[in-house]
């Protein structure tokens, strides 16, 4: 398991891009699978998930009490290696992933000895005209420290509870 801290998401509001990188102490696959199928989605990231089909153009929803629901389009998919959605910056919106709605968020998965290293990066907040872009840069910062965390506890959870 990771026991050290895990350093959290950031902000770079020049390019309005929030970054983050963890250590999972999981296989690629098993990581792939907390990603990408929505069955594990609502383990760790939001409390609804709906994403039936994992292709490009595919869509589905991740809906987050409090908040309400997302709509998500994937944009591309490699294997154990890359998976990127587009997602509605704002519940309600009427036209979810149109641009200036929402924002690309991009998973790059790597193999390493000991687990598999994760870096999620959402780009678009710059061009944002549904909510202001300075905030939803800070909102999604906090937001994937905590859901990313939520991640890693729950794979790494698993894999004790597997050994």
Do not use: C, K
């Amino acid at each position: 398991m990771t026991s050290t801290p895990q350093p959290p998401a950031v902000a770079d509001a020049e390019t309005f891009t929030v970054t983050r990188t963890v250590h999972v102490a999981a296989p690629v696959d098993r990581v792939w699978q907390a990603l990408t199928h929505e069955e594990h989605m609502t383990r760790w990231f939001g409390a609804r998930a709906s994403l039936p089909e994992v292709h490009v153009g595919a869509e589905g929803h991740i809906g987050f009490e409090g908040y309400g629901d997302f709509v998500i389009r994937v944009e591309e998919v490699d294997e154990h290696r890359v998976f990127a959605y587009t997602w509605g910056a704002h519940p309600g919106d009427p036209e979810p992933l149109a641009d200036g709605t929402s924002t690309l968020v991009r998973f790059t998965l790597a193999p390493e000895d000991d687990g598999t290293r994760l870096t999620v990066t959402e780009t678009g907040f710059g061009s944002l005209t549904s909510r202001d872009p300075r905030t939803a840069l800070e909102d999604n910062r906090q937001g994937w420290t905590s859901e990313l965390d939520e991640l890693v506890a729950y794979l790494e959870q698993d894999v004790v509870r597997s050994a």
